[in-house]
């Protein structure tokens, strides 16, 4: 089955400072991923959709200044997140379509935490 | 089943149990709907789905009815064993949506020996 990983599965990092997230696709070619935020005990809050070599599609609300979204390649996309605070500390999950059929294939997360 | 807000609806059953999990849609237009099931710390896992041409769907030991006329969505689990205690999510799939699924708020499922 079609897989995604990301990296790291956690970080801890200083206010202020900037942490990157990368979402990668093992075995297929994701033209399309997704990248979701999820606060605990809250469900999953789309925050922006990325295509392979356009600009990332943002979702009413979410800064995008504050949250880079990369798309570079047919299996990485990479979510940067700027100058963070303790409010952005959550769980950030990926996902990807552009296998055989059009399903999302969720990444396992990453466990942010501003301190 | 699922509410609104930050409390997350929680559904105790007995291992062995059948469960029951319910969801409300709020897109009458959607025509994909598909259940995760998230344990604690890790990504969605996907379960099973189902279109808006069909009203149940059946998977190993899971089951999906789907209730257009009042955009219910309700995924059932057989035998209910331990390892099915997890965190589980339906999430519809609008059309024209680019695929961007819309998640409802959850249904932590736990299951007792």
């Known amino acids: 089955?079609?897989?995604v990983s990301q990296h790291p599965s956690w970080v801890i990092c200083k206010s202020g400072t900037s942490v990157k997230i990368e979402c990668r696709s093992l075995d297929f070619q994701a033209t399309t991923?997704?990248?979701y935020r999820q606060f605990p005990k809250q469900s999953l809050m789309l925050m922006a959709t990325s295509n392979e070599g356009s600009k990332a599609t943002y979702e009413q609300g979410v800064e995008k200044d504050k949250f880079l979204i990369n798309h570079a390649s047919l299996t990485l996309s990479t979510l940067t997140v700027t100058s963070a605070h303790p409010e952005d500390s959550s769980f950030y999950i990926c996902s990807a379509t552009?296998?055989?059929d059009y399903e999302q294939y969720f990444g396992p997360g990453t466990r942010l935490?501003?301190? | 089943g699922e509410s609104v807000g930050l409390h997350l609806p929680t559904l105790s059953v007995q291992e062995g149990d059948n469960s029951i999990i319910n969801c409300a849609y709020s897109n009458s237009a959607s025509d994909y709907f598909i259940w995760y099931k998230q344990e604690s710390g890790k990504g969605p896992q996907f379960i099973i789905d189902i279109r808006s041409n069909m009203d149940k769907r059946q998977g190993q030991r899971v089951t999906v009815l789907l209730n257009k006329t009042v955009k219910h969505l309700?995924?059932?689990?057989?035998?209910?064993?331990p390892g099915d205690s997890a965190v589980?999510?339906?999430a519809e799939d609008p059309p024209g949506g680019g695929n961007k699924l819309t998640f409802g708020t959850g249904t932590?499922?736990?299951v007792e020996l």
């Open chain 1, 113 to 115: 935490t501003v301190t």
């Open chain 1, 33 to 35: 991923m997704f990248w």
């Open chain 2, 74 to 81: 309700s995924l059932q689990i057989a035998a209910t064993q």
């Open chain 2, 108 to 110: 932590q499922l736990k």
């Open chain 1, 98 to 100: 552009g296998g055989k």
């Open chain 2, 88 to 90: 589980y999510f339906c």
């Open chain 1, 1 to 3: 089955g079609a897989v």
